[in-house]
């Protein structure tokens, strides 16, 4: 079971609609996490990043939402775009003995419409 | 403009063949990565590196060797031990081995089976 999950899989909406990509992880110790971009066939690209203390981060049209206490964090995509489209990653960074370790979710598959 | 180069975009291998994919990186990070990427996976750690001629293996070593010879560069060699080697490889890179710092990846190398 990963770590690491992320829902819906997949998601359909059309532009200029709003919708939310939910992040749930069971690592630990947290240090922070971070939500990538990957356009198709392409490399993965920062959005943002929060930490312990973070609650909320805006990043544009992005904002990114993290409850520490839960365990989960969301993904908020404003009046979305074509460019929208993509596969959305969450990934956490946890402290362990042997260093830095980062677990990746599976990621969320958006598409925008017409 | 800085950034990540990986080559080729497709790879093609023949059984028993070893094949080395190529990574660039003209940001001066000292930390370099590489990652698989499977269809409904999350991106799983093969080797990084913190400096030159040191690295370390990830979670997935085995079937694959590395070399960091140069700060800029890192490729990932593909042996004949990896018997399912088709995938999607990324390399990234970071300023160091700090959590907090991002990765920045590459675009990608396809590597398939013939």
């Known amino acids: 079971k990963n770590q690491v999950e992320q829902s819906p899989q997949s998601l359909i909406i059309l532009e200029g609609k709003n919708c939310t990509l939910q992040?749930?992880?069971?690592?630990?110790?947290?240090?922070?996490l971070r939500w990538y971009k990957q356009d198709t066939g392409r490399g993965p690209v920062s959005l943002t990043i929060?930490?312990?203390?973070?609650n909320t981060k805006s990043n544009g049209r992005y904002t990114a939402t993290l409850d520490a206490d839960t365990k989960q964090s969301s993904l908020h995509i404003t009046a979305s775009q074509l460019s929208d489209s993509a596969s959305y990653i969450c990934?956490?960074?946890?402290?362990?003995?042997?260093?830095?370790?980062?677990?990746f979710g599976t990621g969320t598959q958006l598409k925008v419409e017409l | 403009d800085g950034g990540i180069t990986q080559s080729p975009k497709y790879l093609f291998r023949k059984e028993g063949q070893n094949v080395t994919l190529s990574c660039e990186q003209n940001?001066?990070?000292?930390?370099m990565y590489w990652y698989r990427q499977d269809p409904g996976q999350g991106l799983r750690l093969i080797y990084y590196?913190?400096?030159?001629?040191?690295?370390q293996k990830g979670d997935i070593a085995e079937g694959y060797s590395v070399s960091r010879e140069k700060k800029e560069s890192f490729p990932l060699t593909v042996t004949s031990a990896q018997k399912n080697p088709t995938a999607f490889y990324l390399c990234?890179?970071?300023?160091?081995?700090?959590?907090?710092?991002?990765?920045?990846f590459g675009d990608g190398t396809r590597l398939s089976i013939l």
């Open positions: 992040c749930n992880y069971t690592v630990s110790p947290f240090s922070n």
């Open positions: 940001l001066n990070h000292d930390a």
């Open positions: 929060m930490t312990f203390s973070e």
């Open positions: 990934v956490v960074h946890i402290l362990t003995g042997g260093g830095n370790k980062l677990t």
């Open positions: 590196s913190q400096i030159v001629n040191d690295f």
């Open positions: 990234a890179s970071s300023i160091s081995l700090e959590g907090h710092q991002p990765q920045h």
